[in-house]
Nanobody
Framework: QVQLMESGGGSVQSGDSLRLSCVAS????????LGWFRQTPGKDREGVALIGPDGTANYADSVKGRFTISKDGAENTLYLQMNNLKREDTAMYYC?????????????????????WGQGTQVTVSS
């Protein structure tokens, strides 16, 4: 069973930074597309960033230049460094493992039963 353990959310002010972490099993870390999605009440889950086994990353336009997704193979850990946070970044953030042929945010179907999700970590940004 795939398990993803997130941490690092919190409440910050606009312009501040946060780093989210997600620990995965070694097999998932090495073979799955890993990424971050976020969701606010009443809205669909939206993609934030995705990184492939080869380290190639892609981002939602709303976070480009502010967020960086990365991985640490020694710890089987996925990160999301979030800088210059804005109020509209407020959401529950979820770690994702997806078994995709191409690791592109545009091809991730959030409702697919083939995806694995962490429990979520809340990020709240106030002005």
């Amino acid at each position: 069973q795939v398990q993803l353990m997130e941490s690092g959310g919190g409440s910050v002010q606009s312009g501040d930074s946060l780093r989210l972490s997600c620990v995965a099993s070694e097999y998932v870390y090495r073979h799955y597309c890993l990424g971050w999605f976020r969701q606010t009440p009443g809205k669909d889950r939206e993609g934030v960033a995705l990184i492939g086994p080869d380290g190639t990353a892609n981002y939602a336009d709303s976070v480009k230049g502010r967020f960086t997704i990365s991985k640490d193979g020694a710890e089987n850990t996925l990160y999301l460094q979030m800088n210059n946070l804005k109020r509209e970044d407020t959401a529950m953030y979820y770690c994702l493992a997806a078994n995709l042929i191409v690791c592109q945010l545009s091809v991730v179907n959030p409702t697919s039963t083939g995806n694995y999700w962490g429990q979520g970590t809340q990020v709240t940004v106030s002005s």
